[in-house]
């Protein structure tokens, strides 16, 4: 017998309530029933950050969070990133220092990094390794993901 609950969450400034399994997993939720597939599936185990996400302000990996664990949350996906259409200066940055190529990473790692540079607005290079050490990039490597996380937390709001 399929057992489902009623979520109403929070995502992207916007109130949404899905039926689904209480352990169905917050990524496919994000994905199957609300349509935003910026948040990618990588390894499927909390490993390498493709699914990160902002929940209540905190960075987490969609892939381990339960549905039923998100009630009432709110939820920050790269989709809710942008500013009235406009890339923010992170996402700026991404593009202008080549911080992306395939991009199956790139939004955990927007979302890492927006989460480091709220805590930490004028975080060193240290910092920013560390902040994005949950996550992982085959393609770019870190060299240009870093220049532009640091160049990021400079430019004016």
């Keep these: 017998m399929s057992q489902s609950c009623s979520l109403t969450l929070t995502v992207n400034g916007q109130v949404r309530t899905v039926r689904t399994h209480p352990m ?23 490993e390498c950050g493709a699914c990160a996400v902002l929940m209540d302000g905190r960075l987490v990996n969609s892939c381990l969070v339960p549905a039923a664990q998100a009630q ?8 809710g990133l942008a500013r009235d259409g406009a890339p923010t200066p992170l996402q700026t940055a991404f593009i202008e220092h080549n911080g992306t190529q395939c991009g199956f990473c790139t939004p955990g790692m927007l979302l890492a990094a927006e989460d480091l540079l709220q805590r930490h607005p004028q975080a060193d290079e240290a910092e920013v390794r560390r902040g994005l050490a949950g996550n992982v990039c085959r393609c770019t490597g870190y060299v240009k993901i870093v220049d532009a996380v640091l160049a990021a937390e400079r430019e004016p709001e």
């Excluded at 009432?72 to 989709?79: K, L, P, W």
Aim: glycine share 20%.
């Design 24 to 46: 169905a997993r917050l990524l496919d939720v994000l994905r199957d029933q609300l349509g935003l597939t910026g948040t990618k599936e990588g390894c499927g185990a909390g």
């Design 72 to 79: 009432g949350a709110r939820i920050r996906t790269v989709e």
